[in-house]
């Protein structure tokens, strides 16, 4: 009797059509002064997967809902990637996923390039990204792909799938790791889009490094004990692998530094998977971050004992890394797992009182988030926003209001699939009245399967 993959049942199964959809349905009322896209990608198979396939794996989908005059529309499309293309010219999957070996005899290369874990608006464009490769240009309000995106041929390494944006002064910061060296390159875009400069970071092995952080001077690199195996990747092993005896550090280099700037601050072992936000404060560089005791490196599907789901919870935590004395102090923020943290994005890389998270539920072992957390960094104050009994959402973007004078004046917008009716929408939750039903619930009569990471796209920047 054959198992169902859990990651292509239910709503995580894949969706083939692409859709447009007009003057969608609204419980509540869209705020008038919301013009803009809620975009979110995520992993969706054009073709059936070949061996086991992981949620990681799925050629990246877009879905989008365009907000303008109180009214919503949505439509979905493939990142039409390289290997998307060869796969739909094939008529079937051309490759395996993380759960595979790489294949490394295909002439069209041992990985795809799917192009489907989050999303970066950067001088002007939408980015759709994915950490082992390049990003690929997307065009708003259509979702169409342009093409990858290589800054003019001076990109050089993969491209994180969390590169960090300052709203200040309009700089990109990321980085590219990889299974052989250089393990770690580290990179600054400049507002005006050009890629200003690459430096190799010294690392000792080949880590898996998903996410950075950013204050008004530094990068922070995380350079924790989940590594490659090279032997392993080749024999049908496991590619990554939970290994604390590689110690855990988080670096922090100068903006505009190199290797010999980098200063490295030892912490327990641990994995995080995302940053919330970091800055400066006196002699200390403060990061928030979720945490996870370990990892088993892909998500879990459900299948682990309850103890290991528990070590691998993710929870909110707070660093602090004094660079006179080179102290390091640690503690927990909530005991409630959550993760998927936002901010609003303007004060990304300084002080932030308000941050915002997809709850994990206590009685489901598989990816999935039943609400919101908002976090207050200057009271301790945790305000739940539950979706409801058999509802599951997602990253809850924050959308700044027009005008806005307080930093949590703004909405959270996500996908929520409702399992009983069967249904989707996008909601819309008032930032600063966390417990209330949401403001508005924008009915899509069509499936939109859970999906990563997404973005708010302002109105100005949208064409016809």
Known sequence: MSVTNPFLADNFAPVREETQLEDLRVIGELPRDMNGMFVRVGPNPQFEPIGTYHWFDGDGMLHGVRVRDGKAAYRNRYVQTKGFEIERQRGRAIWSGLMEPPQFDNPDGPFKNAANTALVWHDGRLLALWEGGEPHHIRVPSLETVGPYDYGGKLTSAFTAHPKVDAVTGEMMFFGYAPMPPYLQYSVVAASGELLRTVPIDIPAGVMIHDCAVTEHYTL????????????????????????????????????????????????????????????????????????????????????????????????????????????????????????????????????????????????????????????????????????????????????????????????????????????????VNAQDMTAEPVARVQIPARVPYGFHGAWVAGEYIGA
Not at 288 to 301: E, G, K, W
Not at 318 to 324: C, D, G, L, P, S
């Open 221 to 428: 690199l995380l350079d924790l004990p989940v590594t490659f195996d090279l032997q392993a990747m080749t024999s049908g092993g496991p590619v990554l692998n939970w290994n604390p005896d590689n110690g855990a550090r988080i670096g922090v280099i100068p903006r505009h530094g190199s290797n010999d700037d980098v200063r490295w601050f030892e912490i327990p072992p641990c994995y995080i998977f995302h940053t919330t936000n970091a800055y400066e404060a006196d002699d200390e560089v403060v990061l928030i971050a979720c945490r996870v005791n370990s990892t088993s490196v892909l998500m879990d599907d459900g299948q682990s004992p309850a103890a290991e789901q528990e070590d691998q919870a993710p929870r909110l935590h707070r660093w602090r890394f004094n660079m006179k004395t080179g102290a390091v102090s640690e503690e927990g923020l909530d005991d409630v797992p959550s993760e998927f943290p936002r901010i609003n994005e303007s004060l990304t890389g300084r002080s932030h009182r308000y941050s915002y998270a997809a709850r994990v539920p206590a009685d489901v072992t598989m990816p999935l988030f039943d609400g919101f957390q908002k976090y207050d960094h200057q009271t301790g104050r945790v305000e739940s926003h539950p979706h409801g009994p058999g509802r599951y959402g997602g990253e809850g973007v924050f959308v700044p209001r027009d005008g806005a004078s307080a930093e949590d004046d703004g909405w959270l917008v996500t996908y929520v699939y409702d399992q009983t009716q069967r249904a989707a929408e996008m909601v819309v």
